[in-house]
């Protein structure tokens, strides 16, 4: 089964990217990635924002997702992706709010309660950042660019290993079956 290159985790004019939907899904297009998630601020996004989100560009998959605060956690993102029947839910950035690996498993403990948080993001506007990539923290390890201009697509992705349709995609991730990418 082939390996299909993505990015989880990507921003634009529904919140605080500088490009619209439809010119970041051609940027990864153009770079050769077979999905893109398309991950907008909830608090910040803009009316008619899951229907502007296209479902394909050629053999390109968008998947339609949302970055979600947690305010309980002082305001804490997590990146929620919608497939057909599967949902995947991504602990984000946590080198952003500088978090100690205690703090990571505390705050998913806390977030699990309500919801499953299914990886973590080791990527901060997708630079490595090796100190989360541990299996102190029990969870699949994503990287992501976290793009909100062109100049920043492209710095990280994950290579899955799975069927070529958005659930397949997102089992894949769950179970593991990936590897991360690093410019």
């Given at each position: 089964m082939p390996y299909l290159k993505g990015s989880l985790h990507v921003h634009t004019t529904f919140s605080d990217g500088a490009h619209t939907p439809e010119?970041?899904?051609?940027?990864?297009?153009?770079?050769?990635?077979?999905?893109?998630?398309?991950?907008?601020?909830?608090?910040?996004?803009?009316?008619?924002?899951?229907?502007?989100?296209?479902?394909?560009?050629?053999?390109?998959?968008?998947?339609?997702?949302?970055?979600?605060?947690?305010?309980?956690?002082?305001?804490?993102?997590?990146?929620?992706?919608?497939?057909?029947r599967e949902t995947l839910l991504i602990f984000n950035h946590p080198n952003q709010y500088r978090l100690s690996i205690a703090e990571v498993n505390r705050q998913i403990e806390v977030i699990s309660r309500e919801m499953k948080i299914h990886c973590l993001e080791v990527t901060d506007k997708g630079v490595y950042t090796k100190m989360y990539d541990t299996p102190d923290i029990p969870l699949p390890k994503i990287a992501s660019d976290d793009s909100h201009t062109f100049d920043m697509c492209g710095w990280a992705w994950v290579e899955v290993q799975s069927q070529r349709d958005r659930d397949s995609i997102l089992r894949a991730i769950k179970d593991g079956n990936f590897k991360i990418g690093l410019k």
């Open positions: 010119e970041m899904v051609k940027a990864y297009l153009d770079l050769g990635y077979d999905f893109v998630a398309i991950t907008d601020h909830d608090y910040l996004i803009k009316p008619h924002y899951w229907e502007s989100i296209p479902d394909r560009a050629g053999d390109l998959i968008v998947f339609k997702g949302i970055e979600l605060e947690y305010p309980p956690l002082r305001f804490q993102h997590f990146g929620k992706i919608l497939g057909e």
